[in-house]
Each structure stands twice: as C-alpha cells, then as structure tokens.
C-alpha cells in the first residue's frame, strides 16, 4: 500500500533526496521544526521534552532521597517532602514514562519499520505533541503556584480537601491523555494501513507488537481516566459528592476508577519496553528471536489481562474478599506472559553470537531488573501477603524495578541502540559502558534495600521514620547518587556524540529490520526510492559483516 | 560463622529485631501463616531468578562473539514443548500460591464469633480505641490469647490501621465500617502505623497495641476507666460537665439557659415550684442528678432527664466538688 498524505514542510521535498541529505539537515529553522509533520522531528522532540521531564523527576527523587538521610528533619519540613513525592510520581508517570518509548522512539522507528513515509495521519502527530506540551505546562506551572501534596495518585477525599493547588495538576494530565490517545489511535491506524503487501502480521518486527498492544491500552483505557479526573475536578471545586463521603459520595470508587486505567497504564509502560528488549536481544545475539509468535501473542495477551487485575490495589481498601480473590487470581494469570517472554529471550541467546554493546548490557539488565520485578509481584498479588506488605517500601521496590527497571532500562538500551540512526553519530562505547556500571550498580543499591525496609513494616510516603531503618535508607540514597553521576555521563557522552562522534554506518550492529537499511540519519522519506523488501525480519543470515566499513550490510532477499 | 557475622554487622543488617532478615518479629496467631506463606514464594523466586541467571550467564560465556565477524550456528526458532514447559509450570505453581494466598487471606477476613470489639477511630493524625465500657483511649490495650474485633472508621481523609508485627492491615475509611481482627498470644507491645497518606503528619500518626496477660488486662481496664481518681475532684467534674453534657443547659457565667446557671449556686437557698423551698447543698445536686423531677427551681420547666445508671459515685462526687468551686 502506498502512502497518499502529502507531507508538507518548509520547503518541497522530492521523494529522491540529495546525496547527502537527511531528515535532520533537509530544512532548517526553528520553524521548520516547530511545525514539522515529519514523524522523526516528532520523535525526536518528543524525545528531548520526555527526557527533560525525566531530568526534573530525578531532581525531584534525589531530594526526597536526601530528605532520608536522616531519620527526622534533613533538608525540608513535611509538607514540602509531601509536595516533592508527589510531584516526582506525576511528572515520573504523566510526563516521562508513559509518553517516553511510544513518542520519542515510536514515532521515530514505528514507520520506517513498515517502510512508510510517515504515520497515517502526520497533523494528529505534531496535535499530540502539542497536547502534551500544553499538559505539561500546566502540569508544571501548579508547581509553581503551589504544588500538590496528594501523592500521584490523588485519592479522594484528600485531594478535595487539601489546601494546596490539585486542579491544573489534575487538569494537565488530562490534557495529556489526550496526547496519549492520538499517539495510539495514530499508530494502530498506521500498522493496520501502512503496511506493506509481503509483511503480514507475524512478519512485522516485535517492537510494533509492543506498540499495538500498547496503543489498545492507551485508546481503550485513556478515557476512563479523563472521566475520572473530571469528576475530580467537579468534585473539588463544586462539591458534586461523588467521591466525598460527606457529600454522599465514596471514597473508594475514586480508587476503582483510578485504578481501571492506571493498572492498564503500567503495561502502557512496560509493553515498548519489552518490544524494545526483543529487538536488542536478537540483534547483539545475530540470532533470530526464538518463538516470535509466543512473543508477539502474549504482548496482546497482556494488554488484554492487564484490564481486569486494578482490583488488586485495593485488598486492603474495604472492597469485599469476594472481589479481592477474583482480582488476585487473575493477577496471577499476567505473570504467564511475562515469564514466557523472560524465557523466550534467554534462551534466544541460546547459539548466538552475542555482541556485548551498550545496548546488549542494557537488555540483560533488563532481564535481571525485571525478573525481580516480576517476582516480587508475586508476592503482593498473593492476598494475606499483600495485607502486610501493601503500602509499604516493598511496593515502592516492586514498581521501581518494574518501571524504572524495567522500562528505563529498555529506554536505555533503546537509546543506545538507535542513537546512531537518530542522529548519524557513534556514541563513545567505553564511557558508555563505564555509565551503565554506574546506573546498574546504583538502581540495585537504591531499590533493593527498599525491598528489606518494606517487608519488615516501614510505611511508603513518610517523611520521618524508626531509627532501625536508618541504615537502608541511608545506602538506599547513596545508591541514588551513584546511578544520578551514571546518567549525567550518559548525557555527557551521548551530547559530545552529536559533535565529536564518528559518523554512522547504516547498519552499525547488524540489525535486521528496515530501519537498518537506509541511511543514517534517514532522509526525509525514510527511505531513498522504494523500501528494500521484507521477508522473515529477524533473518540474520542475510545480514552480513562488511571487515572494510566495519558495519553490516543486507543480501538481497532470496527467493 | 553467622556467629561472627551478626557481631561485625551493623545492628539489624542481618534481622529485624526478633523477626528473620526479611519479615519483623511474628506476634499473632496467623503471621506464621502467612510468614510460611511469604517464604515459599521467596524461595521459588529465588530459584527462578537463580535458573534465569544462570541460563543467561552460560549463554554468554559460551556464545560470546570473538572478533568482528558474528558466527552463530543454526538452532530451532521454536519449541511448543519448552513454550508449554515454561508455561505450564510457572502457571501450575501460581495456582498454588493463590490458593495459599486466599486460604491465608479468609482467615485474616473472617473474625471468630464472641471476638473482643473494640471501635477504632482514625482522624488527622491520631488514632482513638474505644472500648465496650465507653473508655477510650489512645492506645490499644488487648488481652493476650483472645480474639480481638477492630471496627474502623475515619473522621476525614483515608488511613490504614497498620502492625508489622501482626500482620495486620486495613484502611479506615469515612463514612463506613471497616473491620480487621487479630490474636497476639503473648504479652508485649507492638507499633502501630498510619498505612495510607493522610498528609503533613501522616509518618507520626503512631500508636502502640500493648498485649496484657490475661488477668492483668482486666485490671489495666479497672484502672484506666477509673481516671477520676488520678486528679482532684475539681478537676474531673470540670471534665465531666463537657462530657456528661450538663454545658448544654447550665451555665458557667450566670446567664440562664434551659436550667439554672452554675455561677455561685451552692449553699444558696432556692424556691421549688412546688412553693416549698430548700438550700443547694451536696444531697441536692445528688438528687437532681438522679431524679431531676423531684425537686425543679421555680421558673424551669421539668426537660432534664435522668442520670440513674449513666454516672456513677466517683463521677457525682467529682460534679458537686466542680460545682462547689464555681464561685
């Protein structure tokens, strides 16, 4: 199927580019990419701004870990330490994470996986940019005004109560989920329609998967939260008594709710990550991924479960045991698809040639952040278990490991991996290295102690604690410094890249899908002339090393 | 040898006090339960994350691209067998623990009958027990080897009745009834936490459960109820003029009010309605307290109703030597 939209620019483009020309240097002009319909300026803006609120998020943790390096007062009295959780969950979930791999890398790799120009509808994709920067905005300016102190969760009735400034907060996300919406709506239009004749559904690489499954979540899930944050609103400033009990309303809807798209939302999160991990475990390891429809399947059979476990928030929140041993029981059945997966890419391994980049040591982080992740949520969906361990630093370990973990280090990985693609320049691989040490080493030392302090009863959310805890608290924010000083190299050396890195081959690690068979950067139409053909897209026996440019090249397809 | 490692190691590296490394020091009937419950789940993560490294850490070693040229060999792209294998088992012992989970969970869910109630009330950021006999307190005092029924509500926002140490855990919401139970068979004390964000405060919103012996459970009660004698008379009455409601018709300052006002009335002499007349002394603030009707001050209507069986000796007593004060 070929692409009919007319992409529109500051300047014509032919579908034959210049020697030499790319997408990043075909127009120039704040202008031309402020305006930009093309789904890689998209990608990458998107991938400035979400990295920008990861930036101000981590700022936000390390004072909150700071905060604990003493057991009573250390650097902020309660009611900042309150706002300062608060505001690093939202900005963490709202801004960074759930837009991050979507946005920034599927905007970017999503049609040149496919071989298309663009997605199928370019405005739609610079309008949710746009929705996400008017979000965030607002987001950002009731941190200015007079943060709120609600937890990112806002559960009723303390976010109608409280005295500080809950509703352009409130109202912020809610715009991004409308950012969030076009983002996924775009991208299930664009692999429905945009594919080409020979790639039928299990020939299209795993990442798109992700995305599908992601995108359902995003489109199906997104509206219920902007319901609910309406009500939240109304609720505050008219007193409509759904959620107050002294209006007559239930507090314990809010958090039904809440959850009926915030437990989805987690796998809005983890789901590009593991499509991310499939594509780098394949690559480093020159091996085609093993079982790749049980992959693919059980990207989708996640999005689906993932609807019907929110319940298991709130086993200790008044629901009744009935409802609560339903929830538990089919929380049980989520952890299958991950565990095939986990498999599925270990043993992918399994007679590889595996090639120890950045990328690689990010995916096998990965699998070791998220196989702890991935257990632990064992133990909180297990009913009495979960009654002790609910709301406390467990919690707050299990969903780091598997957020911050899980999906960041795939973002990580993801980064590395496309970094050349995106921006034509070799990273340096040893200081790339050095950076992953750091950030290894310093999740495990900052999160893993949180598990200890959880499991013996120290409460999440608590700006002073017993003396006994001291100790993990204290290494628990040391860890945080240290994997702090690993990203701060990361920027260094990845932004040193963009001016002093070698330039990039096309095909720098022997990556099989399309996005490795055109330039890097790509031109404006991503590819020059047609796309090359697809076949099987994990078929490394016709990606060849080439000892004279020191990269990989394709052999035509056979057959 | 773990001798000599608890020595070097800084105090509660290697354990909880009185608990095992991970979990704090079991004290209620069915934290063993669902201690027994957390370790098998541990030791089976433990073995599956062991399996996973292992796995990766061999391929790795063993598959490790030398030189530029990658050289993997051909092996199968798919396996239903190993798909069903690594399905199939991981699904079998989820079961499992499920139902270990819910068996573990009814148990925690369902009080035995002729349980010990005790209302529990949640507000910014304090917590109130409430006994049968109207005490309350704001600390938990149970009796050990006895089941105990906590009925929760909130006076605002959302918080979590919280003890580690029994395993116990439950939200206190406003406007309902939650409820949670529990059985500490030995005497001691036990922290309590405030579970679930309630704001500035909500890490000090502490308290304690003390577990008594048996006999001495009932005789901390007898004691504590009778907080009266722990202060002048005075003193107490003031507290039970405020409690006891008497504020809602008698007067401090000499203003009238459904009754006659408190201000220097004792020892004054007083017209009945009746026509008779009488001195406000101890046997008549008695009286009117238990028998308001018998005697009502000409110009009142006959409204107050009885004290008989709402105070008692101790609280009359601590009334007429507050009221004697008022001068």
Redo the contacts between chains.
């Keep these: 199927m070929t692409t009919t939209h007319v992409a529109v620019g500051s300047r014509p483009h032919s579908a034959e580019a210049q020697p030499g020309e790319n997408y990043l240097n075909c127009s120039h002009g704040l202008k031309s990419w402020l305006l930009t319909l093309d789904h890689k300026r998209i990608g990458v803006m998107y991938l400035i701004a979400t990295l920008g609120s990861f930036l101000l998020g981590g700022i936000f943790a390390l004072l909150v870990r700071t905060e604990h390096l003493t057991a009573g007062k250390t650097i902020m009295d ?2 900042t330490y ?1 706002q300062m959780f608060t505001l690093h969950g939202a900005v963490m979930v709202f801004l960074f994470i759930i837009p991050a791999i979507p946005a920034a890398f599927g905007n970017f790799v999503l049609p040149i996986m496919l071989g298309a120009k663009d997605v199928a509808f370019p405005r739609l994709n610079l309008a949710s940019f746009y929705f996400w920067i008017a979000g965030a905005v607002l987001a950002v300016v009731s941190i200015a005004i007079n943060a709120p ?1 609600t ?1 990112w969760t806002f ?1 009723t ?2 976010s109608t ?2 005295a500080t400034s809950v509703i352009p907060v409130v109202f912020g996300v809610f715009i991004l989920g409308f950012s969030s919406i076009f983002t996924g709506l775009n991208f299930i239009v664009t692999i429905h329609k945009l594919r080409p004749k020979e790639m039928g559904w299990f020939q299209m690489p795993l990442f798109l998967w992700g995305l599908y499954a992601t995108a359902l979540i995003q489109i199906l899930a997104t509206p219920v939260l902007a319901i609910t944050l309406l009500l939240l609103i109304l609720e505050r400033s008219l007193g409509i008594g759904i959620f107050d ?2 209006l007559g309303g ?3 809807l809010f958090q039904h709710f809440f959850w009926f798209y915030s437990h989805p939302a987690v796998y809005i999160m983890i789901l590009p990550a593991m499509g991310i991990i499939s594509e780098l475990i394949t690559t480093y ?10 992959i693919a399947y059980s990207s989708v059979a996640i999005a689906i479960f993932g609807f019907l476990v929110w319940g298991h928030h709130m ?4 629901q009744s ?1 009935l409802l ?2 339903i929830f ?2 089919i929380t ?1 059945s989520v ?2 698809p991950s ?2 997966k ?3 890419w ?2 992918t ?8 980049k950045t990328p690689m040591w990010y995916a ?1 982080i990965f ?2 952040v998220f ?2 992740g991935g ?2 949520g ?2 909180l ?8 361990l ?3 630093y467990f919690v707050v370990a299990h969903f780091h490991y598997v957020m911050f973990g899980g999906t960041v280090m795939a973002l990580l990985g993801g980064l590395h991996h496309w970094w050349p693609k995106m921006f034509g320049r070799m990273y340096n691989e040893r200081w790339a290295q050095v950076a992953t040490f750091l950030v290894f080493v310093g999740f495990n030392l900052t999160f893993f102690t949180q598990f ?1 302090m959880g ?3 120290m ?8 003396e ?2 001291t ?2 608290h204290v290494a628990s924010t040391w860890g945080s410094y240290i994997m702090a000083a690993g990203f701060v190299l990361t920027a260094i050396y990845l932004l040193r890249s963009l001016a002093k890195g070698p330039i990039a081959p096309m095909n720098p690690w ?1 990556g099989a899908t399309l996005e490795w068979q055109t330039t890097s950067p790509p031109p404006h139409y991503n590819f020059d002339g047609d796309p090359p053909k697809t076949g099987d897209p994990y078929d ?1 026996d016709r990606v060849k ?1 080439d ?1 004279e440019t ?1 990269s990989y090249y394709h052999e035509p397809l056979r057959g | 040898m773990i001798g000599i490692l608890q020595a070097m190691a ?4 290697l354990a ?2 009185g ?1 095992s ?4 020091a079991a004290k209620s009937t ?1 934290a063993k ?2 201690d027994a ?2 370790y098998f ?2 030791w ?2 433990v073995f ?2 062991v399996l ?2 292992v ?2 850490v061999w ?2 070693l063993k ?3 030398k030189g ?8 199968a ?3 239903t067998f ?2 069903l294998l ?2 199939g088992v ?2 079998l012992l ?2 499992g ?2 139902v ?10 369902t009080p035995p009958k002729g349980a010990y109630e005790v209302r529990v009330i949640g507000q910014k950021w304090n917590w109130a027990f409430q006994y049968p006999n109207g005490y309350e307190d704001s600390e938990l005092h149970v009796p050990a080897g006895e089941p105990i029924r906590l009925v929760m509500t909130s006076m ?3 918080h ?1 009745f ?1 003890v ?2 029994f ?5 206190v ?4 009834y ?1 409820d949670a139970w529990f059985q500490a068979d030995d005497p001691g004390e036990s ?1 309590i ?12 919103m502490l308290s304690k459960v003390i577990v008594h012996e048996k006999g001495e459970f009932d005789e901390w009660m007898k004691k504590a109820a009778d907080w009266i004698s722990e202060m002048a008379p005075e003193e107490a009455g003031a507290i039970l003029y405020d409690r006891k409601g008497c504020r809602q018709c008698h007067s401090l300052d000499g203003t009238g009010g459904v009754g006659p006002t408190f201000k220097g009335s004792f020892g004054n002499r007083r017209a009945w309605s009746d026509g008779s007349s009488g001195v406000m002394d101890e046997n008549y603030i008695r009286e009117s307290i238990l028998n308001p009707k018998a005697k009502v001050v000409a110009g009142f209507d006959p409204v107050m109703p009885t004290f008989q069986g709402r105070v008692n000796e101790k609280e009359l007593a601590a009334l007429i030597a507050y009221i004697k004060s008022l001068k």
């Design positions: 309660a009611d309150n102190d937890g559960y009735p303390y109560s409280t009990p002294a239930d507090p314990v390891s020159h091996k085609h991924i093993f079982s790749y429809r049980f086993f200790t929140s008044g045991s609560s041993m538990s029981a049980f952890a299958i565990a095939i986990v498999f599925n270990v043993v391994m399994y007679k590889g040639s595996i090639d120890l096998l699998i070791w196989s702890i257990l632990t064992i133990f969906g297990t009913l009495s278990v979960d009654v002790h609910h709301d406390t200890v499991s013996r009863g409460p999440r959310r608590y700006y002073m604690y017993p006994e805890f100790n993990w022997g490394f090393y000892p020191g | 800084p105090e509660g590296l909880s006090a608990g490394f991970w979990l704090p069915f339960s669902t419950t957390f789940i541990y089976l993560s599956f994350f996973i490294l796995m990766a391929f790795l598959y490790r691209r530029p040229v990658p050289q993997s060999q051909p092996s792209h798919h396996s190993l798909e690594w399905s991981p699904l989820v079961l623990i499920f270990m989970g819910f068996r573990g969970f009814m148990d925690l869910r605002d926002v959302l979590s919280y580690p140490e395993r116990v855990k439950m939200d919401v406003p406007g309902r939650t922290r936490f405030c579970a679930e964000y309630c704001g500035t405060s909500h890490s000090q």
